[in-house]
């Protein structure tokens, strides 16, 4: 059964926790966060590292007082313990002038599919904009990035060698002299600053997603979004049926190996 209310180490004390929407609330929100902590805790709120609120020092016989106000008001409160925990984003595209995905979009349908579904231990999942990876999301159990895969236009290339100049890994070569333009796909991290870079429309720029598990990117870059949905989905049916009890994705995926995840990822 889930439980809402988190144990303090101060006897008879709970904290509870507010979802917020991919790390959004809304002003209104907020002013009834505000009231609750006031009523109910000691006026203070705790920000958590899933993007939540946090309302301390409330007690166990007033749960039912909080969750009806939380109700009117258009909160929902988090469940604790072994469970999918709230998807944590960046803001991507919604107003990241380096987006290069809908980063909230797409952790609200990843916690529409599987926000507070019970596992054998808890699954934290990241979506961060663009390869500046603001969200670390190579620190959770599954994270996904903004990709951008470029792709060469021969006819339209100049070899003026900007594109070269602004990959930050040095994945580009062109020579001048020869016209030869060369990338190493191995090196190159999707960033697109060489699609931004070209002046000449030789190069187009694939968007896609890079997804990690336990920081792992053994994947290729995912092209579309229902497909990374069905992959996470694959990721969490097998989490909840092969993990042990209280044992994390990193850990079953060193006892387990990758090989069997992956192809039931496909
Ligand atoms: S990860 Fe990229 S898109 Fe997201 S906030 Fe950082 S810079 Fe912006
Ligand atoms: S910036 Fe564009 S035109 Fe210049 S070398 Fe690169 S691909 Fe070619
Ligand atoms: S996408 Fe980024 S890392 Fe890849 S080649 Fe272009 S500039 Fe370099």
Request: charged share 25%; net charge positive.
């Amino acid at each position: 059964m889930k439980t809402f209310l988190a144990r303090q180490r101060q006897d008879g004390f709970f904290a509870i926790r507010f979802k917020s929407s991919a790390g959004q609330f809304t002003a209104a929100q907020l002013l009834a966060i505000h009231e609750l902590s006031e009523t109910f805790g000691k006026g203070v709120i705790n920000l958590t590292s899933r993007q939540e609120l946090s309302i301390p020092f409330v007690r166990q016989e007033d749960f039912d007082a909080i969750k009806e106000f939380s109700t009117a008001h258009g909160l929902e409160i988090s469940p604790i313990g072994t469970i999918f925990k709230q998807v944590t984003s960046c803001q991507g595209t919604q107003s990241c002038p380096a987006g290069i995905i809908n980063s909230p979009s797409i952790a609200r349908e990843l916690d529409r599919r599987h926000g507070g579904r019970e596992l054998p231990n808890k699954i934290t999942c990241s979506v961060t904009g663009c390869p500046n990876n603001c969200m670390k999301v190579d620190a959770n159990d599954i994270g996904i990035k903004g990709a951008v895969e470029p792709q060469f236009i021969v006819a339209n290339c100049i070899y003026c060698g900007a594109c070269a100049r602004v990959c930050p890994v040095g994945a580009i070569a062109v020579d001048r002299k020869e016209k030869v333009w060369t990338i190493d796909r191995l090196k190159c991290i999707n960033c697109g600053r060489c699609v931004k870079a070209c002046r000449k429309s030789a190069l187009r720029g694939e968007v896609g997603y890079k997804i990690y598990f336990a920081g792992n990117d053994f994947l290729p870059m995912i092209r579309d979004e229902q497909t990374l949905y069905k992959i996470v989905d694959a990721a969490v049916k097998y989490f909840a049926e092969h993990a042990k009890t209280r044992e994390r994705l990193s850990k079953m995926l060193a006892r387990l190996g990758v090989e069997d995840f992956k192809e039931q990822l496909q």
